[in-house]
């Protein structure tokens, strides 16, 4: 037979310590407005009896949470990982909690977790989108639900977003290659619906139109993992050599590790004697692959914890531009080319800046 242990109450708790409810309610909540004497004897109440404040009725009083929704294109890509690392050491700061959520590219399961959120009475959102939401997060705002762009630029001034210049950053890889003598460049992608993708793919074409002598080949697939760039590997390895290019461009570090993975597995062409590699994110596994991956570096950790003090901002009750809230601010990083094996052979790795790009505020 299940026996239930009835659960112990705010009032039991003021009963044992003897004190007022108001009190404990204090020592919960505000316990530098109580006496240090007090505060220990309503603690020593609470451990002996196992009291557990009720957050959801507490949410539901206060009309909000101390959580923020964080929804992510794809968990298991390292730089989101590393993203979502920085914007809960950020959230600790503020006394928040950070709620993960994983679209996996999905815009059905975006929706459901947008939806999610709300219902959990979130502080804010923080949204990695796949496409065009701006219409829904502008509902949301109307709401009182604030909303950052994590990783990608706002298509208005109606939201604060946090991003990489991308197309920098494509520029940069591509132009490394060319530097290095490669003619036939393989831009290797998945779906260009995601803006990112787009993006590098456009910095690529920007670096390629300087030089006429320059082909660049587009090989796009269904996914950003590394079982689609062992597809892309396999698929070049099985080329005559004159039809095979000697530089490729991955649009993740995924990507590319699965490249290198299949040339490696298929023994039939060597990085970089037979085809320069670069990658993008430069994930920890980028400089730990067989052969050292050339990346391009975004800050995952700050864009982190850029995009929280952003969202802050905007929900704190004593903001800082005045009593409806910081205006939307837009932050752009600046990627940086990691050269290393994968393009140069045996070096030290090395960095490279992209184009200056101010970062731009509200």
Known sequence: MISFVPQVSIRDVAERAGVALGTVSNVLNRPEKVAPATRERVQAAIDDLGFVRNDAARQLKAGRSNSIGFILLDVRNPFFTD???GAEQQAAQHGLSVLLA?????PERESSYLDLFVQQRVQGLLVSPLGSIGDRLERLK??????VLVDR?????QFSSVSVDDVAGGFLAVSHLIDQGCKHIAFIGGPVSIKQV????????QACAAH???QLEVLLHDGLGVHQGREAGHSIVKRPPSKRPDGAFCANDLLAVGVLQSLTMLARLRVPDDLRLVGYDDIDFASATVVPLTSIRQPSVLIG???VELLVEQISPYPAHGADG????EVVFQPELIVRESTVGSVSASTTQGPSVPVTGS
């Open 83 to 85: 993203v979502a690392r």
């Open 102 to 106: 994983n679209s996996d590219d999905s």
């Open 142 to 147: 109307e709401r009182g639900i604030i909303t």
């Open 153 to 157: 630029k706002a298509e208005g001034r």
């Open 198 to 205: 787009a993006d590098r793919l456009h910095g690529a074409n």
């Open 212 to 214: 006429p002598d320059v």
């Open 305 to 307: 914890k850029t995009a």
């Open 326 to 329: 910081a205006e939307p601010r």
